[in-house]
């Protein structure tokens, strides 16, 4: 009997799959919002069964829905914002490597050279041998 692991091979984890979960938490909104009315429509009956409650565990559950929603929404513009910076540079780069070292303009002011200080001579390399 062995309890030890046998060393397995490295995979790759696969990719997570893409979901829109805003259609689950706007499926659960929506049966908080029905029950809320079911609740405000039998109110009365609840609060002489002192389960006046309920009222109160609709509202917050259709309100953490919502809370919800607005989350992953954000979380969704902000992946499609990714996706599209992430294409963008890959087209940027797609197109300095066909077209070379970027060449400046004619009217662009000429690149500062290495400053050297005045009080210090230029150093050569020195060579190894």
Known sequence: MRFARLPM??????????TDDRVAALAGSAVWAVSL????????AL???DR???????????????VGLLHLQRREIKHRTAVRRARREARAA???????PARPSPTAPPAPSP?????EPARTPEPRG
């Open 115 to 119: 400053a050297v200080a005045d009080d």
């Open 9 to 18: 091979e490295e995979r790759p984890t696969p990719p997570a799959p893409r």
């Open 37 to 44: 009315v079911v609740v405000l429509v039998q109110r009365e």
């Open 52 to 66: 006046g409650w309920w009222v109160w565990c609709c509202v917050a559950g259709l309100a953490l829905g919502l």
């Open 47 to 49: 609060l002489a069964d």
């Open 94 to 100: 797609a197109r300095e490597v066909t077209a070379g």
